[in-house]
């Protein structure tokens, strides 16, 4: 029985509806992150690429806390909406800062093999967009009144909650809409793996596929961060395994396994999250939580690929020498 | 191949592109075309417009009456089949799905007969693999079919990429940017024979080597600086290559055109001064 101020008796909440929905909550944004994270890393043919590496999120998150602020100053309601168009708007600009750069670097595009440091570079542009965003994200919450300031701090480390059955509507109709998209663009996908002229030659519209899919995983990723706040690195271990584990033969596959993997893997996550309260008394942000578990075996990922390359490249390197051995 | 076969024409209009290429017309119809240039001459930018995969900054492209420059990229890829300079492929990718772009991501899934599930073009039905097995053939590489493309040699892999731009039947231009690069004798023995018996196709093959140019016939195009300065028959052209370069040529004749030198600079004088 749940009492409320002065011993009134309060309505016995629906428990187990309220824990279904924010483990459909975790579904929807597991399943966004990792489906963005996957198609962005086929797009950009880069194995890094994730919604918060690539500042993706971080663009939304700042998107978010400035229309928050210009909502507060203006006077009307920090409305879901004004805060979800805010962070889709904050993530397009993020990506096309991306897009512009990575575009810049590889100097029109027509010449894919020189394209293999374009991927650090758009590293580089996640490091500074998130970098600016959390700062833009600090400077909001100081400016605001304490009362309107405690919900920003979501946007620095994302954790779940229970949604308003609206907003999980809306976030979950987005998903799927978006999910579906970037599958679709999967064996165009899948042909851009062989250069951007390459795939030309084979009959995709590389441009329209790069408005496309970067537009639609600005957009999931804008209603994730809106939602939850920024959660990283789920993006980016999901594709990962997925094509680890053979799933990923072709990218709209991969898309696909992703999305169900990566609703899947949140939905633990957050369990676990929940289930710090145990040990540490307090429950955990899953957003800290899938740092914990996702910044570590992302290392041993990149160690792993490292000794790979070297051993490929010794191997080549003697295969060449007994061909120009023979006679 | 039949008699029947249309006849496509790709004609360039006034096209230019700063500081590359100046083609104030040209109309290639269909035979071997053979282009042939020094380093920087706009070989590539030349084919890489017939292919309609670059932009002109100015001037106009059609292949047979349609504009190239409008003409939606899945469209354009159905009637163009072609190989750039340096060609990349995905990791993982095999030897036969990437001979297989050649018809089934380039033409869609129209060019598949459905009941039989058979491909049915110009050289009439038969399966994918028999395809796939009969262009790998001509060119060498039919042991090399399930074997991933990253463990081939530059070569071999340089085969495998001509090999999906020859394979489809139905394209109504074929065009070949350096397809003998990286080519033992071997190997462009047999893509010399693959392209002679496509020799009723509209073809373009840019060569960097006059001797193959020979060796394939056809109609000449040399460029120098930007600028189509021999446009003939081949081998009466050749006696033209003369004004391509610094190099004089010298035709090597055995009663028969056999080859062709091109005199190389002396070697460079080491002792130096003093």
């Given amino acids: 029985m749940l009492c409320g101020p002065g011993g009134v008796a309060l309505p016995e909440p629906d428990l187990l509806a309220l824990r279904a929905s924010r483990v459909a909550l975790a579904v929807v944004v597991g399943a966004a992150l990792s489906a963005t994270g996957a198609a962005l890393q086929s797009l950009l043919r880069n194995p890094l690429a994730d919604p918060f590496v690539l500042g993706v999120s971080g663009g939304a998150a700042m998107g978010a806390a400035v229309s928050v602020a210009i909502a507060v100053a203006v006077g009307v309601g920090t409305a879901t909406s004004v805060v979800t168009g805010g962070a889709v708007v904050g993530a397009l600009v993020a990506s096309a800062l991306l897009v512009a750069f990575v575009r810049l670097r590889e100097g029109g595009g027509h010449d894919g093999a020189d394209n293999a440091h374009a991927g650090g570079h758009a590293i580089l542009v996640g490091v500074v967009v998130n970098a600016f965003s959390w700062a833009v994200v600090a400077t909001v919450r100081t400016m605001l009144p304490a009362f309107d300031a405690a919900g920003l701090s979501v946007w620095l480390i994302g954790s779940l909650h229970y949604p308003e059955p609206s907003a999980l509507v809306v976030a979950a109709v987005a998903t799927v809409v978006g999910v579906a998209m970037l599958v679709a663009c999967g064996p165009s996908l899948g042909l851009l793996q062989g250069g951007d002229d390459d795939a030309r030659r084979l009959g995709v519209d590389v441009e329209r596929l790069g408005v496309l899919v970067v537009g639609t995983a600005s957009v999931l990723t804008g209603v994730a961060v809106a939602t939850t706040g920024v959660i990283g690195f789920v993006g980016l271990l999901v594709p990962h395994a997925v094509r680890r584990l053979g799933a990923g033969r072709h990218d709209g596959t991969t898309i696909l396994v992703s999305a169900l993997g990566g609703g899947g893997l949140l939905a633990a996550l957050d369990g676990a999250a929940r289930g710090a309260f145990v040990v540490i008394g307090s429950e955990l942000p899953v957003g800290a939580v899938c740092a914990l578990v996702g910044a570590p075996v992302l290392a041993l990922v990149l160690i792993r690929e490292a000794r790979g390359r070297e051993a490929r490249g010794r191997e080549t390197r003697g295969r060449d020498a007994r061909a120009q051995a023979r006679p | 191949m039949t008699a029947t076969r249309p006849h496509h024409v790709l004609r360039l209009q006034d096209v230019v592109v700063a500081r590359r290429l100046t083609v104030p017309s040209l109309t290639v119809v269909p035979g071997l075309t053979v282009v042939v240039g020094d380093n920087g001459a706009g070989k590539s930018t030349l084919l890489d417009l017939c292919a309609g995969v670059s932009r002109p900054g100015s001037g106009a492209l059609f292949l047979d009456d349609v504009s190239l420059l409008t003409l939606p990229a899945r469209a354009r890829a159905q009637r163009i089949a072609s190989l750039g300079q340096r060609p990349q492929a995905a990791a993982g990718l095999l030897v036969h799905e990437r001979i297989a772009q050649g018809l089934v991501a380039r033409r869609g899934h129209g060019v598949f007969n459905n009941a039989s599930n058979s491909v049915v073009d110009g050289a009439g039905a038969d399966s994918l693999a028999a395809r796939i097995e009969a262009v790998a053939a001509e060119l060498g590489i039919a042991g090399l079919l399930m074997r991933p493309l990253t463990a081939l040699s530059g070569g071999q892999r340089q085969r495998v990429h001509v090999a999906r731009a020859l394979i489809d039947a139905d394209a109504d231009a074929i065009v070949l940017d350096e397809p003998f690069a990286g080519l033992d004798d071997g190997a462009s023995g047999l893509l010399v024979q693959a392209l002679a018996r496509r020799r009723d196709r509209l073809v373009v093959v840019s060569v960097h080597d006059l ?55 002396g070697p460079p004088d080491l002792s130096g001064p003093g």
């Fill in chain 2, 211 to 265: 001797s193959l140019a020979l060796l394939l016939g056809g109609r000449l195009l040399g460029l120098k600086d930007g600028a189509i300065v021999i446009d003939g028959p081949l081998p009466d052209a050749i006696e033209a290559a003369d004004r391509l370069g610094g190099d004089p040529v010298r035709v090597v004749r055995d009663g028969e055109w056999v080859g062709l030198l091109r005199r190389r600079p």
